[in-house]
């Protein structure tokens, strides 16, 4: 059996800001640190068994997964199809933005089902929930047993729990994914059970 940790980057700056950059980059604030301190020492005190950690590339998640490893004696292993969705000419907007100046693409977007939504110049939803599961798969097929941990985004975390949980976590956007946040599933062969979702109680006010 494999204990499977999603973990959320620590907060950022667009975070603060409201912004979706996707692929772009956004510095960690004084809090984001804060967050991820506490999630390696709250790790390095839970996690006895630790067998891989992973990430995507992206600075706010390396920062992330490289203070945990430093916890837990694991060096990260980047895998780029853990980025977040790429919201293409789009990166860096914020919800008004998007609902007042491409009330088109806002429309759309609102179709939480329609796996064919596609960002101006980025990635299709379909492509992007199929990058992370074909990932997820990857990762959890490298390992028999123990703790296995991604460290990914809002939008990486929800399509691992969709595709590992369908029938339970199918409707994505219907629950939060806080930065820092532990997601914690026990993965054996296709089955999959939830043990907590975006537990947060380790992480400073």
């Known amino acids: 059996m494999i204990h499977l940790i999603l973990i959320r980057h620590g907060q950022t700056v667009a975070n603060i800001e409201g912004r979706w950059i996707g692929q772009g980059e956004s510095e960690l604030t004084t809090l984001g640190r804060a967050q991820i301190a506490a999630t390696a ?71 939480k089902e329609n796996t064919a939504f596609t960002w101006p110049g980025g990635e299709c939803r379909a492509d992007f929930f199929r990058r992370i599961a074909t990932a997820c798969q990857t990762i959890l097929a490298r390992h028999e047993r123990g703790s296995v ?49 975006n537990d947060t109680t380790h992480l400073p006010k």
């Open 149 to 197: 941990l991604i460290v990914g985004h809002g939008g990486t975390i929800r399509s691992c729990l969709m595709h590992l949980l369908p029938e339970t976590l199918g409707k994505w956007w219907t629950y939060e994914i806080d930065n820092c946040g532990l997601t914690h599933l026990e993965v054996e062969g296709r089955q999959a059970r939830l043990l907590a979702l």
């Open 41 to 111: 020492r709250r790790l390095a005190t839970e996690v006895r068994d630790g067998v891989g950690l992973y990430t995507s590339p992206l600075a706010r998640t390396l920062e992330t997964a490289e203070e945990i490893g430093r916890a837990l004696g694991l060096t990260p292993v980047v895998m780029d199809d853990l980025r977040e969705i790429h919201f293409g000419a789009l990166e860096g907007i914020r919800l008004d933005e998007l609902k007042e100046q491409h009330p088109q693409v806002y429309a759309r977007w609102q179709e």
